[in-house]
């Protein structure tokens, strides 16, 4: 659903981008929040820290599974948008930057909607979907029996409605700065039809992968906080003194209240890291090898901009001469070796960019607490 430049006029376009920039902004300060170390699992190991590098694999794997376009109906494809993923798995606020990431890798490297339009695509793809599927999901989740199918289904159903509110939004900026005179009403029941299709295989996509991740490690997944378990040492009954959990420190220095343990502690870094290497390996097997087999049919909105004349006045891309356009490496003739190799590249500049982004974001937030408690900590002197 990228849009290209000249679809929407220049003061729709020029008014999205600073929605676009603004709705960036609240979520950069959100998304500090969403990565900042709070609550009782604060400090190293806690959620805070394990969100940020979960947050740019996110980003690389919205990218890659983007490249795989399936067919849906008559010489129709449609691709995973990614808002309802982002926003389950690492939050709202967080999910918005992910999509944000993945948009601009795109429309500078890759030639893959309009520069122009960024701020459309931002508005559209980034903005509604998470918006329209997190709080969907939240609210199945709330009414749902208490438990990882509930989450699951939420999943499924968030992100079910969120792809043709992306195609009512669309058509809703078209109506208000389309550059062709086109019957709105059909193309309104085109967007919505095709991409409600469209829609089941995102469904099918987010659930599959966020009940993955929930079947491995529940407390990475932002949206099912609260159902997993804190990580504890587990101590046999028969342990001595020392090693029994009620045991007393042995003499010496004693240990701060609330520490983590150093085996715990250990534990939770090397299970994230699995985690985000198996993550960074799917995404590199999808856009640097399935992507060779995704459908070459156009997808929902090329098809229904093809049958209603809404590319009458579409531009070429600023970006059309980049060394990646069109999702390939210039220069390279094996076309096989030229799309993987344009994914990987894709994968590791989104990893890369993303990761960039919400590391520097959760220490802001870090910054800002430790000054904020500073005077607090300060010991009163007479």
């Excluded at 210039?330 to 190799?341: F, Q």
Aim: charged fraction near 15%.
């Amino acid at each position: 659903m990228h849009v290209p430049d000249g679809f929407i006029d220049a003061p729709v376009s020029a008014a999205t981008g600073v929605f676009a920039a603004a709705a960036v902004a609240v979520s950069l300060r959100g998304a500090r929040r969403e990565l900042g170390a709070s609550g009782p699992d604060a400090g190293p190991g806690g959620p805070g820290e394990r969100t940020a590098p979960l947050a740019g694999l996110v980003a690389a794997f919205v990218f890659a599974v983007q490249m795989l376009n399936f067919p849906v109906a008559a010489g129709t494809s449609g691709h995973l948008l990614g808002g309802a993923l982002a926003a389950i798995l690492v939050g709202p606020y967080t999910g918005v930057l992910c999509v944000s990431v993945v948009l601009l890798m795109q429309a500078v490297l890759f030639a893959d909607g309009g520069l122009t339009a960024l701020g459309v695509n931002i508005t559209d793809m980034a903005v509604v979907t998470t918006v329209v599927a997190y709080g969907i999901f939240r609210g199945l989740v709330k009414a749902l029996p208490r438990g990882r199918r509930a989450v699951t289904a939420a999943s499924f159903a968030a992100a079910a409605v969120s792809v043709p509110a992306a195609a009512a939004a669309f058509t809703g900026l078209y109506a208000l700065g389309g550059s062709t005179d086109v019957p709105l009403g059909a193309v309104l029941a085109a967007m919505t039809g095709v991409h409600a299709l469209i829609g089941l295989g995102e469904a099918a996509i987010t659930a599959l992968t966020v009940g993955a991740v929930l079947a491995v490690r529940p407390d990475l997944v932002y949206g099912a906080r609260g159902l997993a378990r804190p990580l504890e040492l587990r101590t046999s009954p028969l342990a001595g003194p020392a090693e029994g959990a009620g045991a007393r420190e042995p003499a010496g220095e004693p240990e701060p209240a609330g520490a983590p343990r150093p085996t715990a502690r250990r534990s939770t870094r090397r299970s994230t890291r699995r985690v985000w290497l198996a993550g960074v390996a799917a995404a590199l097997v999808c856009a640097g090898g399935v992507s060779y087999y995704a459908s070459a049919s156009p997808d929902g909105l090329e098809k229904v901009a093809r049958d209603k004349g809404l590319d009458a006045k579409a531009e070429e891309h600023a970006a059309k001469d980049s060394p990646l356009a069109d999702y390939g490496v210039r220069d390279v003739a094996d076309p096989r070796i030229s799309g993987g190799l344009a994914g990987v590249l894709g994968v590791g500049a989104t990893l890369a960019a993303g990761t960039g982004v919400f590391l520097v974001a959760r220490r802001r937030r870090t910054a800002a607490a430790d000054a904020a408690a500073a005077p607090r900590n300060t010991p009163e002197t007479a």
